[in-house]
């Protein structure tokens, strides 16, 4: 009998979000692309999806073309690439229109998606089918989700059910994701192996966080059962909250007589050594350290480990107010591992309460801040669940889908004192179709809708963060955050500074140049008698010998012009102040003359338009009301 062949994808992509906050750079995914397809032993790998692009967009940076560069690699040896897709909500923690996820599924095909990963937190099948017949019409292979969990409710015969209801839509694969870690690893073989014994075609890939313990067995029990693909890690961002390391599964799966490729040392070698550089160039500065080491703990309240950063800061922030609360009523004061263990404990009890969501993004987030907040009203001698926010009540009343389990009494009855209305319809109904106002919007401005229609897709599901990165404000205020994590980078988080204030100018305004004045005066920015004078925003761009400000000397007015064509990328001086010769009043940044000709050409373009267009309607109404009255007056005339 043939072995039975068993493939590793490489999660890159999560392997930093299970670690960190951000992502690698897109100079940086293309240095280590060669070198992942060197180690000789992935079939797949995780390029983009999640929070990625978000981050991307947070940092300043463009993520089509961070995605482009990461699978063109890939694409060319035949590796197939995935994302990550959160169904309703695709890319970001709350839903999005149909329309905007239509298209995301065109747009990362054009970029080398292979695969997307299609989960909903609360495993509501009407969350996953529609992006399951989109994939698939955008040339996609749609892997429907199930989220692991351990619970009353999500037992063996759940999950078996429902892969039969994602695989009778259409899913052409079944992932796995446990997200936790926390499904036993027999459940998962009895699960992998009734699916298996069904649908002996469907490919099934499991996804298993390392946090708690058990995934390592689960994965063998995994591939006993019949699955095919295995999703690992690799140093230094294995282990801990994030996934087993390849090493280890493949040496595990070799010695029990299963198939596997073989792993060229000296490539993973110099691939980890590539994310050690990247992390020691930045990305280790949003790395919480407590992500690096795996915790028991976890098993009982089943909360994800990649969650324990944000939990634990949470817990800091809530710990003194509790304990003064406490103190106040006469009542002992808790240590912070008694506070975090009685929150585990709290998790426990209302997470059957509030429906038993899988705990991941963001239903865990809502589970754990419910519980958190019913300690701080405990402590108060208030009633539990008398704070829960408005996201955690959406979920609640059947806003983001069918829940698995079954309300508490109690829930239900506070949800009609608080006249809430319980919605059961499908809940895309409740997210109509953007993307016109989103084109409409880009046409105003002049922006560009980008290759395939990638730079529209990005507005439409990231519109703040897009907004902020396109004027700048996001590259600015990341800059900002990484010199004031450096600056804090010692031992105890004590702040030490050392760097010169060239070093810092380097870091908040890369590729900027300064505004420096010749004279000393009184700074003005405009000259307007009418109003006061105000500071030009983030992103303002002039021509070349176009005014930027104005300085009163003791001898008149003296015009500041641009020195060639610039946006302003950062204002050191407010408006009056006074200044001295060789004060910097500003930072800008050259912008190339056709990027400004363009930028006019295209604003100028889309008034045209909008001109033109309301001037037909308006003949198209003037015609109409003239053949219409035309039209009577022959009519009249053939009665007479």
């Not at 806003?399 to 895309?428: C, H, V, W």
Request: hydrophobic fraction near 40%; proline fraction near 5%; include cysteine.
């Amino acid at each position: 009998m043939a072995k039975k062949e068993i493939q590793f994808s490489l999660v890159y992509r999560d392997m930093w979000q299970s670690s960190g906050k951000y992502v690698p750079r897109k100079d940086q995914l293309a240095k280590i692309a060669p070198v992942i397809i060197d180690m000789g032993c992935f079939d797949r790998v995780e390029t983009n999806g999640g929070a990625s692009e978000q981050v991307n967009l947070l940092y300043g940076e463009n993520p089509n073309i961070a995605v482009r560069t990461f699978t063109k690699p890939f694409n060319e040896v035949g590796i197939k690439t995935h994302m990550l897709d959160r169904g309703l909500n695709a890319l970001r923690m709350n839903p999005v229109p149909a329309d905007v996820r239509k298209l995301m599924y065109k747009v990362k095909h054009a970029q080398g998606v292979d695969i997307t990963r299609i989960f909903c937190g609360l495993n509501d099948p009407r969350n996953i089918i529609p992006s399951i017949k989109w994939a698939k019409e955008a040339g996609m292979t749609a892997q429907a989700t199930m989220c692991i969990t351990y619970s009353e409710v999500h037992n063996a015969e759940y999950y078996i059910n429902l892969a039969e209801e994602l695989i009778a839509n259409g899913a052409q694969e079944i992932c796995l994701k446990d997200m936790a870690g926390i499904g036993r690893p027999a459940m998962l073989g009895t699960i992998v192996a009734a699916i298996k014994e069904k649908h002996p075609d469907i490919i099934i890939q499991y996804h298993g966080h390392s946090g708690p313990g058990f995934s390592v067995a689960s994965m063998l029990e995994v591939a006993k059962a019949g699955g095919d693909v295995l999703d690992v890690a690799m140093e230094p961002l294995s282990w801990g909250m994030v996934h087993p390391d390849v090493i280890t599964i493949q040496a595990m799966l070799k010695q029990a007589g299963f198939l596997v490729k073989d792993i060229n040392m000296k490539a993973y070698m110099e691939a980890r050594n590539l994310s050690q550089e990247f992390i020691d160039d930045f990305l280790g500065y949003w790395i919480d350290p407590r992500n690096s080491k795996m915790t028991s703990l976890l098993v009982g309240c089943g909360l994800p480990g990649g969650m324990m950063g944000s939990l634990m800061a949470d817990l800091k922030g809530m710990h003194a107010a509790i304990n003064a609360n406490l103190a106040k009523r006469g009542e002992k004061t808790l240590s912070e591992d008694e506070l975090l263990v009685e929150l585990f404990q709290e998790v426990q009890r209302v997470w059957p309460m509030l429906g038993t969501p899988c705990l991941v993004t963001p239903f865990s987030q809502y589970v754990k801040n419910a519980a958190l907040m019913n300690l701080f009203s405990k402590s108060m001698g208030e009633k539990p669940f008398s704070r829960m926010d408005p996201a955690m009540w959406g979920m609640i009343l059947g806003k983001s889908g069918r829940l698995p389990g079954t309300l508490a009494p109690e829930i239900i009855e506070l949800a009609k004192e608080k006249n809430m209305e319980f919605y059961t319809g499908d809940p895309q109904a409740l997210y109509p179709n953007e993307l016109p106002k989103y084109i409409a919007e880009m046409e105003q401005l002049g922006w560009d809708r980008g290759q395939d229609d990638e730079e529209l897709f990005e507005f439409a599901m990231h519109e703040k963060q897009y907004r902020e990165y396109k004027s700048g404000l996001a590259k600015e205020q990341f800059n900002k955050d990484l010199l004031e994590r450096m600056e804090k980078a010692a031992k105890g988080g004590q702040q030490v500074v050392f760097l010169s204030a060239a070093d810092k100018r380097a870091i908040l305004h890369p590729n900027a140049e300064p505004i420096e004045l010749a004279h000393s005066g009184s700074l003005l920015w405009e000259l307007d008698y009418n109003e006061q004078s105000q500071a030009p925003v983030y992103g303002t761009r002039f021509m070349q010998g176009q005014p930027i400000a104005y300085l009163q000397t003791p001898h008149g007015i003296e015009t500041i012009l641009a020195p060639e064509n610039c946006s302003i990328v950062s204002i050191e001086k407010a408006q009056g102040a006074k200044v001295s010769k060789g004060d910097t009043i500003a930072w800008v940044q050259k912008v190339e003359g056709l990027e400004m000709v363009k930028t006019e050409a295209k604003k100028i373009v889309a008034k045209a338009k909008k001109a033109v267009k309301e001037a037909m309607q308006t003949v198209d109404t003037e015609v109409k009301k003239t053949t219409k009255s035309a039209w009577k007056s022959r009519k009249n005339i053939e009665m007479d």
